[in-house]
């Protein structure tokens, strides 16, 4: 298949796996290629967040002092936001799998988007975001774990646990997500990782834990609080 083919694949989520491993070699061969493939990410990344000018507006003062990673997370945030609100505003009271089912969507990759030469490891955990990105999920966690016995870093954590999440791995994607200091650490992911846990707990149907990481995003100036509490109100 032809280049544009597998860039059309790709984007489409179409892509199988003989594809997906033409395209990885094409971006490791062609400089010029890999070039205009991640322009083209990005702009498509740019394109879906300023469909959402509004809320996008809503947060310029908060990002105005933030690095362009942070930015990017934020704006990944509010993303989520919008995915679930249409869908919400017709339902009715709902049991933790159909809620679970409701608010999930995996977390955008905006480590690849913000900055891809900021840090090697992140640089060289490419076919990691690759896989993610392509929603094959269960490479993607294979290969961030094998990332991840040479490098720790937030990003890759955070990652990992979200390919086994989505996945449908709720009960090691929580043990991942717990077993790192994310406070300590003072990740951007730190907020972020609780929402998740508290949908992964809905997932397993642990409401109590669930409840008590999303009062957490709740109570915090994330731009997941208001979705956080929109949860919590379903869960009452």
């Given at each position: 298949?032809?280049?544009?083919?597998?860039?059309?694949?790709?984007?489409?989520?179409?892509?199988?796996?003989?594809?997906?491993?033409?395209?990885?070699?094409?971006?490791?061969?062609?400089?010029?290629?890999?070039?205009?493939?991640?322009?083209?990410?990005?702009?498509?990344?740019?394109?879906?967040?300023?469909?959402?000018?509004?809320?996008?507006?809503?947060?310029?003062?908060?990002?105005?002092?933030?690095s362009?990673?942070?930015?990017?997370?934020?704006?990944?945030?509010v993303?989520?936001?919008?995915?679930?609100?249409?869908?919400?505003?017709?339902?009715?009271?709902m049991?933790?799998?159909?809620?679970?089912?409701?608010?999930?969507?995996?977390?955008?990759?905006?480590?690849?988007?913000?900055?891809?030469?900021?840090?090697?490891?992140?640089?060289?955990?490419?076919?990691?975001?690759?896989?993610?990105?392509a929603?094959?999920?269960?490479?993607?966690?294979?290969?961030?774990?094998?990332?991840?016995?040479?490098?720790?870093?937030?990003?890759?954590?955070?990652?990992?646990?979200?390919?086994?999440?989505?996945?449908?791995?709720?009960?090691?994607?929580?043990?991942?997500?717990?077993?790192?200091?994310?406070?300590?650490?003072?990740?951007d992911?730190?907020?972020?990782?609780?929402?998740?846990?508290?949908?992964?707990?809905?997932?397993?149907?642990?409401?109590?834990?669930?409840?008590?990481?999303?009062?957490?995003?709740?109570?915090?100036?994330?731009?997941?609080?208001?979705?956080?509490?929109?949860?919590?109100?379903e869960?009452?």
């Amino acid at each position: 298949m032809n280049k544009e083919g597998l860039v059309e694949k790709y984007f489409s989520g179409q892509l199988t796996q003989d594809e997906f491993q033409d395209l990885q070699k094409l971006l490791n061969s062609d400089e010029d290629f890999s070039r205009e493939f991640f322009a083209e990410v990005e702009i498509s990344q740019t394109i879906a967040t300023k469909n959402h000018q509004p809320l996008k507006e809503r947060f310029r003062k908060l990002d105005q002092d933030r690095s362009s990673k942070t930015r990017w997370i934020t704006y990944a945030a509010v993303l989520i936001g919008l995915l679930v609100l249409s869908f919400l505003f017709y339902q009715n009271r709902m049991g933790e799998q159909d809620l679970y089912s409701a608010y999930f969507e995996p977390y955008p990759d905006v480590i690849n988007l913000s900055n891809r030469s900021e840090d090697g490891a992140q640089n060289s955990a490419s076919q990691a975001f690759l896989y993610y990105n392509a929603g094959d999920f269960e490479q993607a966690a294979k290969a961030f774990q094998k990332h991840l016995e040479s490098n720790r870093s937030a990003s890759l954590n955070f990652y990992y646990g979200m390919s086994l999440l989505a996945n449908g791995d709720a009960e090691q994607a929580i043990e991942v997500f717990q077993n790192y200091s994310w406070k300590e650490s003072k990740s951007d992911f730190t907020e972020v990782v609780h929402w998740y846990l508290g949908l992964a707990y809905l997932k397993i149907k642990d409401t109590a834990s669930s409840r008590l990481y999303l009062e957490q995003v709740a109570q915090s100036d994330h731009p997941l609080k208001e979705r956080a509490t929109q949860l919590l109100e379903e869960l009452d």
